[in-house]
């Protein structure tokens, strides 16, 4: 069984909802966390984490939010976080590939969100994009644990999140040809890798440009299986075992 630890599920994108998670229950996907992270996916991901059994959500706002994010937004956020199915803040971060121009923004919203991940002990979720430096500067201000989701630096990089606790967040781009990530994975081994699909986009070689979606996982865990040379079951065991330790997925 799997864990898709990072994916989006908004009626926006998928007519059937009911259908995307009988798929994923065929497919071997045992629990999916998906992330509301916007102000209006917020509350709309937390629903449909109390309505199917299988499905947890982080929440928090992501930085190509950070114009229109207020204080009252941020209690907002708040609000939900004594909800069971809330497993995390997330995706939070910093994104200068869009967003170059509201710098100090995006970071004063991250920071503002690390510090309430802080205030309730729950791990983060990080979107860094083209903005390695800053998020790793700022993340060692604090000590929380969490997920750098959508993991696509180089090999130090990635050293440099594992010694300071956080997970990778290994996806599709793993199976694209010209992705470099293999790297990362040989190097910094399952023990510190979670699965995770980012659907409805990323989908993974052979379907790559079509709408990704959970019951895609397998597909990453294979390719994963290979690079490694050790079966799925244990990408699957592993992999579990640390998404369920990281979120606390065991006591809900
Ligand atoms: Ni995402």
């Known amino acids: 069984m799997f864990i898709d630890t990072h994916c989006h599920l908004s009626i926006e994108d998928y007519d059937d909802i009911d259908k995307v998670i009988k798929e994923n229950r065929s497919a071997g996907i045992s629990k999916i966390i998906i992330s509301g992270c916007t102000k209006e996916t917020i509350k709309e991901s937390v629903d449909l984490s109390n309505k199917y059994d299988d499905v947890f959500v982080t929440i928090g706002y992501h930085p190509s939010e950070a114009s229109k994010t207020s204080l009252e937004d941020l209690k907002y956020l708040e609000n939900f976080l004594s909800s069971d199915k809330v497993v995390g803040i997330g995706e939070i971060g910093l994104d200068y ?33 083209d903005a390695t430096e800053d998020t790793i500067n700022i993340l060692k201000k604090y000590s929380l644990i969490g997920d750098i989701h959508c993991f696509s630096g180089s090999v130090e990089t990635a050293k440099v999140y594992v010694k300071m606790g956080y997970y990778l967040g290994i996806g599709g781009v793993v199976t694209f040809k010209n992705s470099n990530l293999y790297k990362v994975v040989e190097e910094i081994g399952i023990e510190h890798i979670l699965l995770e ?34 079966g799925i079951n244990k990408v699957s065991e592993v992999t579990s075992y640390n998404a369920s330790k990281l979120f606390d997925l065991n006591n809900n």
């Open 197 to 230: 699909t980012d659907s409805p986009y990323l989908a993974p070689v052979p379907l790559r440009g079509s709408k990704n979606s959970s019951k895609n996982i397998p597909i990453i865990a294979e390719k994963i299986s290979e690079i490694l040379n050790i």
């Open 97 to 129: 590939h869009y967003g170059k121009e509201d710098k100090k923004l995006q970071i004063s919203l991250f920071e503002a969100q690390l510090k309430i991940a802080e205030k309730y002990k729950m791990p983060i979720v990080i979107h860094s994009r």
